[in-house]
Each structure stands twice: as C-alpha cells, then as structure tokens.
C-alpha cells in the first residue's frame, strides 16, 4: 500500500511553494515560483533513481524502466502550476501522488513490466497565457509550438521568453510519443462527490468547451460633460455582453457554463467614460452540440448588443473542444481499483480541462477524481481531508500497477 | 496685450511632461512626472520674480505684489495634473495662462493695485486617490486634512508618502485665506461651444455630483465545474449595477450623467467565476434635487440586485457636492471682457468638477471656458486652437487686472 502520511508530506512541502497568506498558493506558470516548484519536483525523482527529460513546453517526464525493453510505458501526472489565487491540491495532488506510486514501487522492490513515465505538464490552467491545457496541447499538436511560443501574458511576456527565463525549454521534442496509457489523479474540483457520499469518481471523459478574447472600443470620454446621447461607453456594452454569457449559461440548465473571469477597463479612471475593455468568455457543456449552438449564436447576439451601441466589439476563438471520452479499458482499472479497495465510487464527466483531454488523442487515458470540500476549486480555501488523498492515491497505484504489468 | 505665441510654446513645453506616444499627457498626480512639472512651473515663476509658496497639501501659490498692502490678493489658476491616459489642455491651460498673465503684466511694467497670485492646485482629476478637486477641496476645509493625507491609490501608496516623495508637502497651511476673487480658466470638455460656434464659455456655475466606490463579494470558484445554481459570480452583478447606472442615467434626459470609469475583478483569471469586483460610480446633473434623489435610489437598487445574487454590495459614498453657482460679480467681469474684445460668448454651466467650485466657497469666484476639439477631453486625442488658448487667456487677463484695479 502506498504510505498516505508521505503523500500528506509531500503535498505539504509542494504547497510552501508559493504559499500565500490565505492558505492558498499562488505559482503561475513559467514563474520564478513556477521554477521552485519544479526544481523540488526534479529533486524528488533523481532521488528515486528516476531519469528526468524536459521537452521543449516545459512538460517534464520522469521515467522508471520496467522489465520489457519491448513494453511502451505507462504515463501518470498532472501539473504543479497554479491559479492566481490558487489551492493546494488542484494540479500538485496528481504530480504528487505520482510521486508516492514511484516510491511505493521502489519500497516494494517492484519492476514492473512496461516502464513508467510520471510527468509534469506546462501551464495546465492557462491563467496567464490564455489557452488553458496549454503543455498537453503542444505535445499534443493541437496548438502549433511556434504559435505556442509566441502567446503573451497582460505583461508582453512571451511562453519563449518565460520557458528560457526559468531554464525549463527541454531539449525533447514536444510531441506524442507512443505510450500506453496515461492515469490522472485530480480532485474533483466540483461539489457532486461529497454530496453523494463517494470516495472516487470514475472519470469517463470531460465536457466541451469554447473560449473567447473580446475587446469592445467606445471613447474615451468625460464622466462629466459627455450627455448620454454622446457617450460610446465600453463598459457598459461589456456589462451587457457579460450579462448574455450568464443567461446563455442559465438557458442549458444546470449542465451548462458561461465565464467572464477577466477583465481590463482602459484608461480605467473613475471620471473617464471607459474607451475600451477587453475580456475573457468561456462556455461548457458536456454535450458538444450545445458549445456548437452557443458558438454560433453569442458571436451574433453579443455583435448586436455592441454594434447598437456603437461600441465595436472583436471576438477572437481561442480554442473549441469537444467533449472528450475516456478510454473504455483504462476506465475500467480504475473502476475495478475501487471496487477492489470496497471505496464508494461513481461514474462522473469532468467539468473542469485536464491535460487528460488532450493526452486521450494519442494514447488510451482515463481520470479518478477524489471530493474536495464544499466542491471549491480555483480558490484559496480549496481543501482535502489526508484520507481522501491516499484513497486516490491507492487506486492510482493500483491502476497503474494493472496496467503496466498486463 | 497678452502674447498668444509664448503662451503656446509655454503649453507645448509643459506637454513634454509626462507626453504619451497618441499625444497625450500621462502626468498623474504626486508622481514622479508630476513633480517634473511642478519644478518647471515654478522655475518659471520665480523667472518672473514671483514668490512661490507651497502649502501641506501641495497646493502651489505664486505671488506677484500689488501696490496697496491692504488689499486682498486676486487669485487665478488651476491644475497641473493629468488624467492617465489626459490630454494636453485640461488643467495646464488654466494655469500657464495665467503664467502668461503675470508674463504680461511684467512686460507691461504695470503694478495692479491688489497683488496677484497664480495658483497650480494639486490632484484635481481624482484619478489617483479617489477624491477630485482634492487639493482645493482639502484648501476649503470639506476634505479634513488628516483624511485627506491617508487616502491610499491602487498600490497602497497614500497621499502623505506621494507628498512627501516628491518633495511637495509645503510648510503652509492647507486652509481658506481672505482673498478678493478666484478665476479660473479651462478648457470646456464637452461640445456647447464648438458646437454654436462661440468662443468664450462664460462659467456661471457647476453641476451637482455624487461619487462611490463600490465592492461587490462573491466566491471565487471554477469556471468549468460550478453549476449556475452554485455559482456567486461577483462580475455578473457588477454587471446588471453598471447596466442599473447606465439607465438611471438616462431617465434623466441629456442632463443626467452616470458613470462606472473604473473597475477592478479579482482574482481575474479566465476560468475562475469573479469572486470580488471593485469599482466606481459617480452621477451629475445641474440639479441637486435630482443628485439627492439619485444618491435615494441608487444605493438601494443596487443592493437589491446584489442581494438577489447573493453577492452582497458594499457601497460608500466618497463625496455629494451640491450645484455651485459662481459669484455675480466676477462672471461679469468675464462677459464684460468677452464683449470688449468682441468674441462671441454664452453663458454655460460647467458639465465637469473644477477647483474653482470649493473656492467658490470662501472667494467670489467665476470661470471662463474655451472651446475643444469635438467636445472631446479626458483622451489623449483632446485638441484646442492656438487661437482659443489666446482669446480665453485675453479674457483671463483683463477680467483680473479689472478686479486687481477695481
Ligand atoms: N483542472 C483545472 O482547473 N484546469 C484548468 C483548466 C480549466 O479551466 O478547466
Ligand atoms: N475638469 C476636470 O476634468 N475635472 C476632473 C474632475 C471631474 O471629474 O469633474
């Protein structure tokens, strides 16, 4: 059994990495903080004996040999980066718990059969660069590494520029290789395990999505002297764009998502008529028909509203996925880990991107999702309780394990 | 006569100052760029012989000496600070034109019967700390000084630290003196004047206003996993209040006036529903019973939409300032000299908030206005006339020395 106090530690030790002062962490991709997190990470491999590569994203696989030069290996992990106002647990629980099946596996004098890869992917939650999934999408060539490179934070910054800064652009290609399978361990980052009383969510694919940049333009204007008649105030279209994206979301009841997470007024002054702002919007749904329908509609609906009120909008796609099944086999390991280990379980979608979503292209993968308290993610107070992490943790190892000795 | 050549190549020269690359001027108040600006307007004051003395709130007061010690000084000028992303003339036009003034009088060889004193009054924009026309209003006695001196920008940095920085908390007393009359001239900052063709705007008073800084509370949570149900989505009801504002505004009829210029979200990432958005609002109309009623309903409107979504709204009112007529006199002054110099003037009420209005309080005050590009102010593209800089400066002129003679 892997040893649930170490994994506590471990994650304990991950979550200094950044600590802010409200219990929560705070390691943006591709920052000096992001490097740190890595550094530890790299650190706790090579004192394993495993074999650290970086790949030209950043991603980072840590690899064990098995027994069968023949075998393709088996690959688990999740990403030690952040939100800006991030837990502890969203990310580093996956990496982590990897970390706590390798040393399990040495405790045990085990050799599995295939090898087994651990991996650490770049910029999972594309807070800072825009594209969310971003290390699993470049290996897996759904976003073109150049194009990749070239993306800026809000600082001009580019992915080039930070990947050299921390001295994390590998030397590996960043690209599939052959492998064969890949295990996330994640936290649910919902409120549906907890409320049913389930230890484990069998994770049988992820929801679709559609992401936006906006940018509404208005003038910029005097507060006081500029009559309504007069006004082209971009914030005020954004206010009503913003209230769409709500309404579009209620309308698909309680399957659907709409977001605006971000937004930037310019010259942001509190007696100047807004001249532009600029915006994010995301929708979900685990049914790709209705990210299609929302697609075509909210480009139209929200032109309206902003073409009615002079105040021009552009609307850039960032990226649309569709919704993303598991592999039938790979899901049912983890099925029969929890069976096995009599933990309460059910079948569930993700609603959150994982870089499961984009490894699943090319290789067999499936997701197990442990509760997290009152389903807050994305947010300082997020919390786990030690036994819900081991859980995971066993039957990761027990997945695994199947898996690479089949 | 005062020489409109100089008076320009003066205001050219001050726009260097914090000039941005669309042609516009960055110079916020207290900053490092501001006290540039302030070094140059006093070396060019004393240049002239002129005793430059600087009270506790930064407020800077030229003094030209009259001929009867008796006599109370006639006061003129107006602001040297910018909006962030401001234009060229607003505020700098009132005061180099009375630079140009002095500049005349000394040319001329004549000493006025009452001394005179030019005056660069600090952060009239409120950009910065939240409070315009702070320098004068802190002068008049509405902003206590101990206040005033705590007010704190976005970074933390509070007015005492920014005084101080820039070396410009003076050893004068930020209180009203005795003094004869206070004129001010400015750019117009909205369409009146360009539009009937009129060359002098003569000020007959300000409109009524009432500012708040507003704080909306919500759950951070993610974007991809929280249903509509659960969600606490801060952005969506900072929304529906900037849409609240908006009609409000327009109930009123092209007098009404309604603005959220400032906005902030938190933790402003894409996939993470708004757990907190701060921003401003601030209304004016002509008539203060419509600000008073206003300031009735709008706190409670917006609490109700706030509190439908359970994101409760905290609202503080920063400042109600009634509508201030100028003084009968001095305006006369104005429409006498716009007529002796034949330029066509109509008489207007001033649409934004000067410095004139808080010494308006304790000195017979008028105001002169000059046209601008499109009505066009806070934006950088903001545009006058060499001639209109002149022909209202020639008003400035003999509408002083008519009251330093009288
Ligand atoms: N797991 C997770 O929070 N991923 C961030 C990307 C997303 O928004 O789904
Ligand atoms: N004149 C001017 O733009 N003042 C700024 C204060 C206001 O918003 O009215």
Known sequence: RIDGKRLWDSLMSMAEIGATPKGGVKRLTLTEVDRQGRDRFRGWCEALGLTVRVDAIGNMFARREGRDPARLP???GSHLDSQPSGGKFDGALGVIAGLEV???????????????????????????????????GAWAGV??????????????????????????????????????????????????????????????GAQAQVWYDAVVTGQDAHAGTTPPSARRDALVTAARIIDLVDR??????????????????????????????????????PDFAEIERLAADFPREAAAIADGARTPLALTELFRLPAQPFDASCVDLVRQAAARLGLPAREIVSGAGHDAVYVARSVPTAMIFTPCKDGLSHNEAESIEPGEAEAGCQVLFEAVLARANR
Chains 1, 2 share one sequence.
């Open 248 to 285: 579009m979301m209620r309308t698909r009841g309680e399957d659907g998502r709409g977001t605006v997470g971000q937004l930037h007024v310019l010259p942001n002054s509190r007696n100047v008529v807004p001249g532009e702002v600029r915006f994010s919007v995301e929708f979900r749904h």
């Open 102 to 136: 390798m040393r399990t596996l040495n405790d045990l004098g085990i050799t599995t059969e295939a090898p087994i890869e651990l991996v650490n992917w770049t910029d999972e939650e594309g807070s800072r660069f825009g594209h969310s999934l971003m290390g699993s």
């Open 143 to 204: 976003y073109p590494l150049d194009k990749v490179y070239g993306l800026q934070d809000v600082e001009g910054v580019t992915v080039d520029q930070a990947l050299t800064a921390i001295g994390y652009k590998g030397e590996h290609p960043a690209k599939p290789f052959p492998a064969d399978a890949y295990f996330e361990l994640h936290i649910e980052q919902g409120p549906i395990l907890e409320r049913e009383g389930q230890q484990i969510g069998i994770v049988t």
């Open 74 to 76: 088996v690959l688990l």
